[in-house]
């Protein structure tokens, strides 16, 4: 008799309808504003573990991506835990699978939770800024990667006249050191931003 999982061993969970209806209802201002285009999609894994990490322009960046990516695929967000005191806006975003991480520490349940999303073969966003425009690329990623043994596509997102652009690139491999890994991501997100 085998002994039961303990109860924190799991995916964070989704709520696939609250999901679904957050990335619908954030489609409409992307598509009032303008448009979106994507590309780069052959880059996204459609099964298995990986991370998508790129540029932080606005506080739409995690829904454009969402809606950028295929389907039936869900990504889940490393989000600021700031967001996580609104009860609604928290309800929302925690129902949509994503969870909290403290900026200003080395949070470790947010690295323990991230790593669940990756053994469960899941779809992980995080921005290495750390902030909108932050410019100054943190090795949370890099280390995330390497301890889950998943590969980073690393996206680029720009808004320019209306448009909104989101390129996918070329998965990294989870290996190398933390450094070396932070500094490939980085210099693969300004290349898909300036491109």
């Known amino acids: ?38 590309e ?16 932080h322009v606005t506080a739409l960046d995690p829904f454009v991506i969402a ?6 695929r869900r990504i889940q967000f490393m989000a600021k835990k700031e967001i996580f005191r609104n009860p609604i806006i928290g309800g929302i975003v925690r129902g949509g699978g994503s969870f909290p991480v403290d900026r200003q520490s080395n949070d470790v349940g947010a690295i323990r939770n991230a790593i669940k999303v990756l053994n469960a073969e899941g779809m992980l966003g995080i921005f290495p800024e750390g902030t909108r425009g932050g410019g100054e690329m943190n090795g949370g990623v890099a280390l995330i990667a390497l ?49």
């Not at 995916?11 to 999901?19: H, K, R």
């Open 147 to 195: 301890r889950g043994k998943a590969p980073i596509v690393p996206v680029g997102l720009r808004l320019h006249r209306r448009v909104w652009t989101v390129r996918f690139g070329p998965p990294l491999p989870p290996q190398g050191t933390i450094k070396t890994l932070t500094a490939e991501l980085g210099e693969a997100i300004q290349q898909l931003v300036t491109a």
């Open 40 to 55: 780069g999609l052959e880059h996204v894994p459609l099964s298995g573990r990986v991370i998508i990490a790129g540029n």
């Open 67 to 72: 809606n950028a990516i295929p389907r039936p």
């Open 1 to 38: 008799m085998t002994a039961p999982a303990p109860k924190d061993a799991g995916i964070i969970p989704i709520n696939p309808f609250l999901y679904n209806l957050v990335v619908f209802a954030t489609s409409i201002p992307m598509h009032l504003q303008g448009r979106l285009r994507v």
